[in-house]
């Protein structure tokens, strides 16, 4: 599993274990499973919506209890949060969901570095029977190299190409 599709699934683990998502149902974005066509409980889906890398190169990190160098980068991940309610309960249901989430996220018991938190407007999506939010939230965190070789380039050969 990549880092990206583990910090994902670790996200998903922090908000499935919170107390204020409680009665949510928490997964990934695009889940093995099809979601119901129409709800019984509020979803909560998370994907990543784009990732930001920190100016310069990899950084020295620190070194593992093995004695090896650990390198890593600095980015900014905006995930995804789409909250689906079932229109029995209303648009506004949408709205408790996205405080709960960003009360576990921003207060929460947990490492997770959230610069900030945003939604946009409820929306009705009949075919699902649905109100759905959209929501981003921008966290920081830092790529640790997957191996244990820093590749750099060191030169660069430029050559003419001889026309004929």
Partial sequence: MGFFDEFKAKLVSCLQASAALCGVAVLEEYPALERESLLKQPCLCVGLYEIVSEAGGSQYLGTQSGGEDVFGKGVTVTVSFKVYTPLKQGG?????????????????????????????????????????????????????????????????????????
């Fill in 92 to 164: 506004s249901a949408c709205h408790r969901v996205f405080s709960a989430l960003a009360q576990c996220l921003l207060l929460g018991q947990n490492a997770i570095r959230v610069q900030s938190i945003r939604c946009k407007e409820v929306s009705c999506d009949r075919a699902l029977g649905a109100f759905t939010l959209t929501a981003y939230a921008q966290i920081k965190a830092t790529v640790v190299s997957a191996d244990d070789t820093q590749t750099a380039i060191e030169e660069i050969e430029v050559k003419r190409r001889e026309n004929g």
